[in-house]
């Protein structure tokens, strides 16, 4: 089988195996945080921090929430890191933003965050802030979860089908998922541009 059958095979299957009562756990958590007039914060590194910036796109204009992701600020990232080190970088951000407990931390990650093995540590610290505060988790991560999967109030976990393509099966579908629940209808707060042209 060519790579591309390979790939395309594995994205299939991972789209038969995702929880999907996870994903409605995830959907009433985000309308809950919504009617409270809340907000939701995206935290992802790497490619993950890419697509928090789209996520936020999304979920202010299509689903009506306010939405933020400390990585659309570099000035104020590469500051906090400067002067308070990369661990804590975001849990400053949050702090900063005033985080309580009708906001939501959404997290977009491959492992999730792993105190042990020193991987993304901002998230561990982020989501120990998070849970102080009260605020719901929610998150889209891969492999066994790591810690958010542990500590989430709902989490989706992309299947691991093949540990060669680990990273690009779960950041394509924590594009998937937040596409599949800010074009729910129960989300959507306004209609998407293709999809209104007659």
Same mark, same amino acid.
């Given at each position: 089988? @060519?790579?591309?059958?390979?790939?395309? #095979?594995?994205?299939?299957?991972? /789209?038969?195996? =995702?929880?999907? *009562?996870?994903?409605?756990?995830?959907? &009433? =958590?985000?309308?809950?945080?919504?009617?409270? +007039?809340? $907000?939701?914060?995206?935290?992802?590194?790497?490619?993950?921090?890419? +697509? #928090?910036?789209?996520?936020?796109?999304?979920?202010?204009?299509?689903?009506?929430?306010? @939405?933020? @992701?400390?990585? *659309? +600020? =570099?000035?104020?990232? /590469?500051?906090?890191?400067?002067?308070?080190?990369?661990?804590?970088?975001?849990? &400053?951000?949050?702090?900063? @933003?005033?985080?309580?407990?009708?906001?939501?931390?959404?997290?977009?990650?491959?492992?999730?965050?792993?105190?042990?093995?020193?991987?993304?540590?901002?998230?561990? $610290? #982020?989501?120990?802030?998070?849970?102080? /505060?009260?605020?719901?988790?929610? &998150?889209?991560?891969?492999?066994?979860?790591?810690?958010? &999967?542990?500590?989430?109030?709902?989490?989706?976990?992309?299947?691991? =089908?093949?540990? #060669?393509?680990?990273?690009?099966?779960?950041?394509?579908?924590?594009?998937?998922?937040?596409?599949?629940?800010?074009? *729910?209808? $129960?989300?959507?707060?306004?209609?998407?541009?293709?999809?209104?042209?007659?």
């Amino acid at each position: 089988m @060519s790579y591309v059958n390979e790939y395309l #095979a594995e994205a299939r299957t991972i /789209t038969e195996q =995702i929880n999907k *009562d996870d994903i409605e756990r995830m959907v &009433g =958590i985000i309308l809950d945080i919504r009617r409270h +007039n809340g $907000r939701l914060f995206f935290l992802g590194v790497g490619g993950s921090a890419g +697509n #928090a910036s789209h996520a936020v796109n999304d979920f202010r204009k299509i689903a009506g929430i306010e @939405s933020y @992701s400390p990585c *659309d +600020n =570099i000035s104020e990232l /590469t500051a906090r890191t400067n002067d308070d080190g990369w661990e804590s970088v975001f849990v &400053g951000w949050l702090k900063g @933003s005033h985080l309580n407990n009708q906001d939501g931390v959404f997290v977009l990650s491959v492992g999730g965050g792993n105190q042990e093995k020193n991987v993304s540590v901002n998230l561990v $610290r #982020a989501l120990e802030y998070a849970k102080k /505060t009260g605020a719901k988790i929610v &998150g889209i991560v891969g492999r066994d979860g790591g810690y958010t &999967g542990r500590t989430a109030d709902a989490c989706v976990i992309i299947p691991t =089908i093949n540990t #060669a393509t680990v990273t690009a099966h779960t950041e394509a579908f924590q594009a998937v998922i937040w596409h599949l629940i800010v074009s *729910d209808p $129960r989300m959507r707060a306004t209609e998407m541009k293709w999809e209104s042209v007659k």
